[in-house]
């Protein structure tokens, strides 16, 4: 059974977070959390608390335990793009974009996953 979490307009940009995803796809979730926890960036934080809903779903919903469960799918999606402006030199005004994001993931079973690969 699959298990996923869902966190939308995430304040950090895109771009920077798939940086972070890149190194967790498809690896177990003990080790995906220890890696997000051990990780310098805060940008690391809203992807540890996803991780960390998912595994509560797994628990509530079918009493599976942690070291079961890896990452099948985690997608890091763009959320609306906040536009504004500030002063800039000689009385201009320079552009700016805060971009958001919209992550999800998606965990399976270890022994679910080694079965629909071979």
């Not at 307009?9 to 771009?15: G, I, Q």
């Not at 997608?75 to 609306?80: A, F, K, L, S, V």
């Not at 971009?99 to 998606?106: G, L, Q």
Request: proline share 3%; hydrophobic share 40%; glycine share 4%.
């Amino acid at each position: 059974m699959q298990f996923t979490a869902k966190a939308r307009y995430v304040r950090f940009s895109p771009y920077k977070l798939r940086i972070l995803v890149d190194v967790i796809r498809g690896k177990n979730v003990l080790y995906a959390l220890n890696w997000l926890s051990t990780c310098a960036l805060k940008r690391a934080e809203p992807i540890k608390k996803m991780v960390e809903s998912a595994v509560a779903n797994a628990k509530d919903l079918q009493n599976i335990n942690v070291d079961s469960l890896s990452i099948k799918d985690i997608r890091i999606d763009e959320g609306p793009t906040y536009k504004y402006f500030k002063p800039g030199a000689m009385g201009r005004s320079n552009g700016y974009k805060r971009r958001v994001s919209h992550m999800s993931v998606v965990l399976v079973s270890a022994q679910e996953a080694v079965t629909k690969e071979a």
